[in-house]
């Protein structure tokens, strides 16, 4: 083992940076040399890769381990863990597939697997886990995703496309030259901007927002807590209540009607339905005019304020831009559909620097200029069940085999699922309702999961594999939204047993008798080159060249040129809209869809509508629980990663994640910063540390996302989850997606002693099976 220090090229999904090693072990990441913002959270990895709890060898609970599929399975998740050697864990895996598929069929297996997994793309666990099941006769996968779900299955109704939620907007640079005024729904958090997934070469929202407002464009945003506004923009900030974007919007424009100022030709030639969308604002189906006084009842926002920003956008060229966080709500199709309407009525969707975009602030690279081409790719293959379910309905999929659901105009049937599959994701952190979970995760007979870390959700496994982290092998990395493509080297050997999981999946193919389809006669050498050479194919047919394989392993990185002409969102189809038809039913932008209309959703109807969500602050719920939770992305970490890290931890109080509320809802529960509270409502509790924040409005509480699930029983978590709390139902039935955010609870001063956290403990484990693994016969 060398002694001098070496350096290696690496990317993560919060940068790109070089890994400084000596004697085997991680010293620093230092940031890349182009990233002119490089992410704190690079400094929790030294910490976390060789953390102690990291899973050193592949572990099975000791009850399954016994009985197997006759385990009691409400031990999972509190039951030890007995390690076994590689062949027995890779033969029992491989028993138990092959046992579910053959007694019940490839559709009792759940593999959707959904979660971030690494920013390298060869090993990125998600996709080998599709490709691995798809390869033995596939599975039920997931459709969509958590982040941007209520806007996929909408987005292609109305303008034909979702590409624009995955961060395909107008570009910064025609931003900087043309916007007057940038109105951003649900702010622009910059500490949202560290992450890009696949990873960035250079973190450059920040620089934007920066040139933005030095050239005078104008900010306004719109958000429950005035943190949402980025420093040095001059932003104003309109505080609103939670999940109420969408009356506002509808108020805007009625503002413009009645004023005569909406963009009569556009609406004619460019999109259609806007006359029983405006009949409805008018109230004439109703009786309610949905003008701004009556949105000022429902949004909190002022209706003077509401009437002028209307005007304001109409008077200059006017950019809306939603947080993604918008559609991660009840209903959270609508405030997507209502700006999209705005955006029509102020007539500027095609022109430079106007029109509608999403996410400015909910990801790194967003509206970055970029050549249109792609990244680094690798495929998951076909799955031959065609079975998938909407990504959050995993607890009702568990729950209710066999019943109906319907999702995008479809009516199906949830699988009766048997096994579970999981590499590359969290449930314990991504799901809603985690009690409900725990209850559903009783359901499968078997549940296997490689991880790296013991996590909630390797704890409550059958069959845990330890899996390397990116660091331990070599990958190619990059996003669709960042310009650099990214080499990562191995820089350290596997900790412990860690196995790389394309291995394990290799492996597990050879037993299963699919080994070649799984790795089409490639290792990991021969991928890395075959990803790098067919992006590099298309990147020649754009016109691009690129340097070959070697010299771009050699130098680390490559960088696409800036594109010559910027990117203007509907630009062509704003020019000709026959010759440029969206792939819509009309060709245009629908306010109005029949095609949605023919869907016959209360909860989704044919237009941009104000519903109340089942929780907000004008619920009837809101005087038991009168606090709107927000769950917002964590700023020192992503998602549940690095949370035992110590940029995480240094964030804690008291080892709890903290919870902001304003200062006069503190005040009135004899609260002050540092306490810890209960956060609480009808579906769970948990132990915060309260952070009383003039910057949060009233009637709200904002926890971030991440900190490990650990309950101590379904009546209190110890951490500081906010899953515990948020409620496990769809948007609509159009979209099915997650509505993370929309939740009422209470908080209390927790009194007496508070419970130790145990979130980072590693299970018990004992060394050596106690009895050979019985096999039934
Ligand atoms: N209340 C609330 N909940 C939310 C949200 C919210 O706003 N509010 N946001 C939602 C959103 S948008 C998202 S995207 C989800 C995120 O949910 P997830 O993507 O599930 O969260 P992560 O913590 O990133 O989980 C990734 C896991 O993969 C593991 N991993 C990383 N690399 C590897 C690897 O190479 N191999 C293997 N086997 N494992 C690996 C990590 O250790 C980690 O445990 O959360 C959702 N949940
Ligand atoms: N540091 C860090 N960055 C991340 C992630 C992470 O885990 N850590 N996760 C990444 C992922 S996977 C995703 S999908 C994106 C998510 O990106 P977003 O969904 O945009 O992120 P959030 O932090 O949930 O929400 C952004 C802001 O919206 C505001 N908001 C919440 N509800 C409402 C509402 O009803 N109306 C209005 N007007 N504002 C509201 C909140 O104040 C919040 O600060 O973030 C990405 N960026
Ligand atoms: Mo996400």
Redesign the pocket.
Known sequence: MSTDVQRFPSLSHWGAFTAVVRAGRLLACEPFAFDSAPSPILQAMPGMVHSSLRICRPAVRKGWLQQRQASDRSARGSEAFVEVPWDTALELVAEELARVRGEYGNTALFGGS?????A?RL???RTLTHRFLNAGGGCVNQAG???WGAAQFLLPHVIGTHAPVTGRVTDWNNVVAHTGLFIAFGGLPLRNTQITSGGAGEHSAADWLARAAAVGVEFVVVSPTRSDVPAGTGARWIPIRPNTDTALMLAMVHTLIVGGLHARDFLQTHCVGFGPFSAYLLGETDGVAKDAQWAQGICGVPAAEIRALALRAAGTRTLLSCA??LQ?AHHGEQPYWASIALAAALGQIGLPGGGFAFGHGSMNGVGNPRPDVPGPEMSAGRNPTGRAIPVARLADMLQHPGEPFEFNGRTEVYPDIRMVYW?????F????DLNRLVQAWQKPQTIV?????W?P??RRADIVLP????LERNDIGGSSRDRFVLAMHQALAPHAQSRN?FDIYRELSAIAGHELAFTEGRDEGQWLRHIYASMRQSWRKAGIDAPGFDAFWEAGHWELPKPDRDFVLFEAFRRDPRVFALKTPSGKIEICSQRIAGFGYADCPPHPTWMAPVEWLGAEAAQRFPLHLV???PADK????MDAGTVSRAAKIKGRERVLIAPADAARRAIASGDLVKVFNQRGACIAAAVVDPDTMQGVAIMS??AWFDPAGPALERHGN??VL?IDIGTSRLAQA?S??SALVEIEKWQGAAPAVRAFEVPEISGAPPSPPTRPA
């Open positions: 959904y979660g971030w997994s690494s390298g090993h990125h666990a995703n958590y982040s993604w966080s991660r590499a590359g994701g969290n449930p952190h991504h799901h809603q999961v490689h991880e790296s870390w996590t959700t390797a899996a390397t982290t990116t999981d769950s917002s992305q992503l998602h549940s990663q996302t991440g906010p899953n948020t997650p993370a955010l």
